[in-house]
């Protein structure tokens, strides 16, 4: 027995897991997202022995806005992904698009305006940005079973703000790229004219 406590692997997952489950998905759907109808959706266990869970949202304006939470098996954090894309032709609701191949999505030239909430939206120096020092989605250190419960929490709380707070990141996207690439449903990209 060591000094200090450490929690398996499976427990990490399992924790960070549950908090996706009992706080992530319920306040992403208060706000208006909804499982993934694509067809290439992971939406819990995935192949890698994580889960991924990926969640969409049609705005009137034809803006699909999506997010991808990722949580591996090898680190701390949970990971929350955020593209939007303006669609062409317009879908009248998400439900138009069951079933539709979502791979292009993921792909290169779309993948390049993904944006992690809170880390690839940070201007300054880590050294010298508050919110990434101590409002990190992962837990944190500790050094007894006590601790690991704290940082699950502190981590709950951090996501709860965050989430019900989604339009900040969203509009982050939009400081960061400006506008959203145009795809057909199958995410293959339109040339502007």
Known sequence: MGLFFKSSAKELLEVRNRIVLECGIPLLEKKGFKKSPFSTSWFGRDSLQGYTYELCR????STLQ?????ITRQDRWIKFILNIFKLNPN???INQLNDVDGLQYKL???SITEMRLGIDDIKRPPILNYDFMFRKHKIGSYYS??????RAKQLKRIIETDLNNIEYFVQRWYKMHKRP???TWEGHQIEEV
């Open 58 to 61: 049609l705005n009137p304006d």
């Open 66 to 70: 999506i997010i991808e939470i990722q």
């Open 91 to 93: 879908p009248e609701s």
């Open 108 to 110: 290169p030239p779309n």
């Open 145 to 150: 079973k006590n601790g690991f419960s704290k």
């Open 181 to 183: 690439i145009i795809t």
